[in-house]
C-alpha cells in the first residue's frame, strides 16, 4: 500500500491481486486537519475502485468457464452501466467518514501513527525521482 501525503492531503492506493490474476486498484482519498500538536483527523472524500485487469494465461483452468460467462454478461449490460464498470467505480465519501490518530514518533523516515483504538501504522518514507515523498505503508500488528 503507498500513501502519498502533500498538502494536508492523502492519497491511499492498494494494489490488489486476486487468485494471481486478477489485478485491480483501490484509492482512498482523504484531507488531513491537524488537530493538535500530535494529533490529526482524516476526513474521507472519495473512494475509487478500479476496474480489473484479468491476466487470463494465469486464470486458474477451473475458473476460465466463469470468466466468459461473465464477459459476456458485461458485454450485454447497458452501455452506461458498462461504461461505469471499465472506467472504474467512484464513491462519494465527503462528510461520511473520518478518523482521528495521535503521532507515536517521527523522524526523518518513519512515522508511527495510532488510531483511536490504538491500532499502530508505520509508514515508511520513500522519495521519487520527481521529489516527491510518497509514505508506504505497513500494518503492524
Known amino acids: 500500500?503507498?500513501?502519498?501525503?502533500?498538502?494536508a492531503n492523502a492519497k491511499?492506493?492498494?494494489?490488489i491481486k486476486l487468485l494471481n490474476s486478477i489485478e485491480s486498484k483501490i484509492i482512498l482519498s482523504s484531507k488531513l486537519t491537524v488537530e493538535g500538536p500530535l494529533r490529526l483527523r482524516e476526513e474521507y472524500i472519495e473512494g475509487m475502485v478500479e476496474s480489473p485487469t484479468v491476466i487470463e494465461e494465469?486464470?486458474?483452468e477451473q475458473l476460465k468457464g466463469a470468466l466468459g460467462q461473465a464477459a459476456t454478461t458485461l458485454q450485454q449490460l447497458p452501455a452506461l452501466?458498462?461504461?461505469t464498470l471499465t472506467s472504474g467505480l467512484r464513491i462519494p465519501l465527503s462528510g461520511s467518514f473520518?478518523?482521528?490518530f495521535m503521532i507515536s514518533?517521527?523522524?526523518e523516515e518513519v512515522l508511527i501513527v495510532r488510531?483511536?483504538?490504538g491500532v499502530p501504522e508505520v509508514l515508511t518514507r520513500i522519495e521519487t525521482p520527481s521529489s516527491t515523498?510518497?509514505?508506504t505503508l505497513e500494518y503492524d500488528s
Open 115 to 117: 488510531d483511536t483504538a
Open 133 to 135: 515523498v510518497v509514505e
Open 1 to 7: 500500500m503507498e500513501i502519498l501525503i502533500k498538502d
Open 81 to 83: 452501466i458498462k461504461d
Open 12 to 15: 491511499a492506493t492498494a494494489n
Open 98 to 100: 473520518e478518523r482521528f
Open 105 to 107: 514518533y517521527l523522524d
Open 58 to 60: 494465469a486464470v486458474p
